[in-house]
């Protein structure tokens, strides 16, 4: 089943890469970016806060958007599935580190925004993102 562009936000794109265990997404389509396909399409506005481990666990509301296969969804998740934050004075500062398969990196700051903080924030549990430092702040990683 497609979902409709109008009824799917940020929170609902970070329970659906968690839930394919595909780190945060990095961004959301609309207007059938991946092909409009033939499936039913699901109208119905999805509401989730973005902690949910899965979409079925997010509420729906009564109301219906008018779409056609011209409006179905599309998303990029980050492939990443893990990430944590080092050399910070607490669990909520730190150096961005990523894994990605086996392996660990740190992200660059020219790649990295409050957007994606703020996503990165929502995942740690840790509120939402105050700030944005680079230029090795919390020292250079490990790769």
């Known amino acids: 089943m497609s979902v409709c562009d109008a009824a799917f936000d940020q929170q609902d794109a970070e329970v659906v890469c968690r839930e394919l265990d595909c780190g ?6 609309g207007a059938a970016a991946f092909d409009k396909g033939d499936a039913q399409m699901w109208t119905q506005e999805i509401q989730c806060g973005g902690n949910e481990s899965h979409i079925s666990f997010c509420s729906v509301s009564t ?18 599935t893990t990430a944590k934050l080092m050399n ?17 990196g740190t992200v660059c ?24 430092v680079g230029s090795d702040w919390f020292l250079s990683g490990s790769s």
Do not use: K
């Open 63 to 80: 109301y219906n958007h008018s779409c056609t296969t011209d409006n179905n969804v599309g998303m990029i998740c980050s492939g990443y």
């Open 109 to 132: 700051d020219a790649c990295w925004d409050m957007r994606a903080a703020s996503v990165l924030c929502r995942q740690l549990n840790c509120g939402i993102a105050v700030s944005v």
């Open 24 to 29: 945060a997404p990095v961004q959301v389509l």
């Open 88 to 104: 910070g004075s607490d669990s909520c500062s730190g150096r961005v580190e990523l894994q990605f398969l086996n392996e660990w």
